[in-house]
């Protein structure tokens, strides 16, 4: 049985379970896009190749294969996109919260049952079908969990919200020894550099005190200064809008001092080893074209 354990983003990571990009389809349509810069790209014609994105994830896997990190894989599906298994769960504590995603992406979650039937039934939670959330959107720092939302009132009008209000409420209701505390993030169906898909896309710890934030990725200013506060704005890699874009704050951590992070990322990589982390450097950028990166493509089960 796996002992699920995840109180934190950066504690020494010991299982975990990775996408896969194995037959991954084909190009979206245009209607089909889920989020503003993969259209951007089937428009331009740079939508990422299957065999590009393959190597991309072997990579990462080679990285936590050096950790000695245990690594499951979804049960490949043909033509079906299975690399950001963040979306389909989550763990809290010793708990396993089944997602509510988008209907298209439904059979990825059957994908990882070999997974799920090591883990005790009763640490798996369900969320009732008028809950959305995804893994993208929750992110645990000690005592509180962090969870993006949008807050609008044309929210069933956007794709790109994916955490309704309903989803904070269950967290609060499933997990109440924590400190639930919402962010109402911008969101933008045709401009990616305007559109925080996820929390993750705007934010996330790294170490035991630092973090990578996007102020402008925050609807209200509150928000920002919420983490500001808790953290400390000397302890804060603030990223600029073209980064956000480049998904500077979706790294990775398999340490409270080794991350893992696309090569591209140069200020932000130097800024971390100035800080005395490790940075584990591989490309991603294909992957990125899909709005989402290495946080995004991973789904942790155990952490120290």
Excluded at 3 to 12: A, F, P, Q
Excluded at 18 to 30: D, E, F, K, M, V
Excluded at 80 to 103: E, H, M, S, W
Excluded at 212 to 230: A, N, Q
């Amino acid at each position: 049985m796996l002992k699920l354990n995840v109180n934190d983003e950066t504690s020494r990571l010991r299982a975990v379970v990775l996408g896969t990009a194995q037959s991954n389809g084909p190009t979206p349509t245009i209607e089909e896009a889920y989020d503003p810069k993969s259209l951007e790209h089937i428009i331009a014609g740079t939508y990422p190749l299957e065999i590009d994105m393959v190597a991309e994830m072997e990579g990462f896997h080679n990285v936590f294969k050096k950790y000695n990190v245990e690594v499951f894989r979804p049960e490949v599906i043909k033509d079906y996109n299975q690399i950001f298994t963040r979306d389909i769960g989550f763990v809290i504590d010793d708990k396993f919260v089944k997602a509510n995603i988008l209907p298209d992406r439904d059979r990825e979650l059957p994908a990882i049952d070999y997974v799920l039937q090591q883990i005790n039934p009763h640490n798996i939670i369900s969320a009732p079908v008028n809950v959305h959330i995804e893994g993208g959107d929750v992110m645990l720092w000690n005592d509180h969990v962090f969870i993006g939302t949008y807050k609008g009132s044309d929210y069933k009008d956007y794709i790109t919200a994916r955490t309704n209000m309903e989803g904070v409420e269950f967290i609060k209701e499933m997990f109440p020894n924590k400190i639930v505390k919402e962010f109402d993030l911008v969101k933008s169906k045709i401009e990616p550099r305007d559109n925080a898909l996820h929390l993750d896309c705007c934010f996330q710890p790294v170490g035991s005190s630092k973090g990578i934030i996007y102020k402008s990725g925050f609807r209200e200013e509150s928000d920002y200064m919420y983490l500001v506060k808790l953290f400390g704005k000397e302890n804060l890699f603030h990223i600029e809008r073209e980064e956000m874009y480049n998904m500077n704050s979706n790294i990775f951590s398999i340490d409270t001092n080794v991350v893992v992070s696309e090569r591209s990322f140069k200020r932000l990589n130097n800024w971390l080893r100035s800080n005395d982390f490790v940075v584990e450097e591989i490309s991603y950028k294909e992957i990125a074209k899909q709005e989402g990166l290495l946080r995004c493509s991973t789904l942790p089960l155990i952490r120290d």
